[in-house]
């Protein structure tokens, strides 16, 4: 059974940083599409960070140059660097792992940018 499992949201500051991790039991990490995604109150589900199975990896336009997406692929987790927060980035953030043609998704960590 293939399990994601995020930590690492709470609430911070803007101009803070935080760091996600989710970690991935079930399956190896390298056949898969990893990625984030957020939802934010009353947003659509969107896609943060996404990399392919051979490490190639495509950001939003909003989070471009201040999110950063790791995959460590010897301890089966994916990480999420997170920089300069601001309110915007306000939203639940899940991790998503695609194995063709299954999609699995953890349940969640909320971030949270206030002053």
């Known amino acids: 059974q293939v399990q994601l499992v995020e930590s690492g949201g709470r609430s911070v500051q803007p101009g803070g940083s935080l760091r996600l991790t989710c970690a991935v039991s079930g399956t190896a990490i390298s056949e898969a599409w990893m990625g984030w995604f957020r939802r934010g109150t009353g947003k659509q589900l969107e896609l943060v960070a996404q990399s392919t199975d051979e490490g190639n990896v495509i950001y939003a336009a909003s989070v471009k140059g201040r999110f950063t997406f790791s995959r460590e692929n010897a301890d089966n987790t994916i990480r999420l660097q997170m920089n300069n927060l601001t309110p915007d980035d306000t939203a639940t953030y899940y991790c998503?792992?695609?194995?063709?043609?299954?999609?699995?998704w953890g349940r969640g960590t909320q971030v949270t940018v206030s002053s």
């Open positions: 998503n792992a695609y194995i063709h043609p299954h999609n699995y």
